[in-house]
Nanobody
Framework: QVQVVESGGGLVQPGGSLRLSCAAS????????MAWYRQARGQRELVARI??????DYAKSVKGRFTISRDNAKNAVYVQMNSLKPEDTAMYYC????????????????WGQGTQVTVVP
């Protein structure tokens, strides 16, 4: 079993910054990709993702303001969120795609419970 735990959410004013952290633990062989998603109303949307080799991808709405990074040794992923806007208010979820068994190539997907980010004046 794999556990995914996020931290770092909170209340911030527009223009402020927050840094979210996520750590995966348990029966992990090798993490393939990690990402942050968010959900405000209805659909969950991709915020940013990063591959094992550090290739990143961002939603247009956060490009230039958010920076995703990861520490492979710690099975951790982070997102630095700057210039926050009220529309960034959402529950933020960490996503992990990982190999469990080093002898096969099956990838498994795991989600954290989420951490709330609220941006209000």
């Amino acid at each position: 079993q794999v556990q995914v735990v996020e931290s770092g959410g909170g209340l911030v004013q527009p223009g402020g910054s927050l840094r979210l952290s996520c750590a995966a633990s348990g029966s992990i062989s090798s993490i393939n990709a990690m990402a942050w998603y968010r959900q405000a109303r209805g659909q969950r949307e991709l915020v940013a993702r990063i591959t094992y080799d550090g290739i990143t991808d961002y939603a247009k709405s956060v490009k230039g303001r958010f920076t995703i990074s990861r520490d492979n040794a710690k099975n951790a992923v982070y997102v630095q969120m700057n210039s926050l806007k009220p529309e960034d208010t959402a529950m933020y979820y960490c996503y992990v795609r990982t190999y469990i068994d080093p002898h096969d190539e099956i990838l498994y997907d795991y989600w954290g419970q989420g951490t709330q980010v609220t941006v209000v004046p």
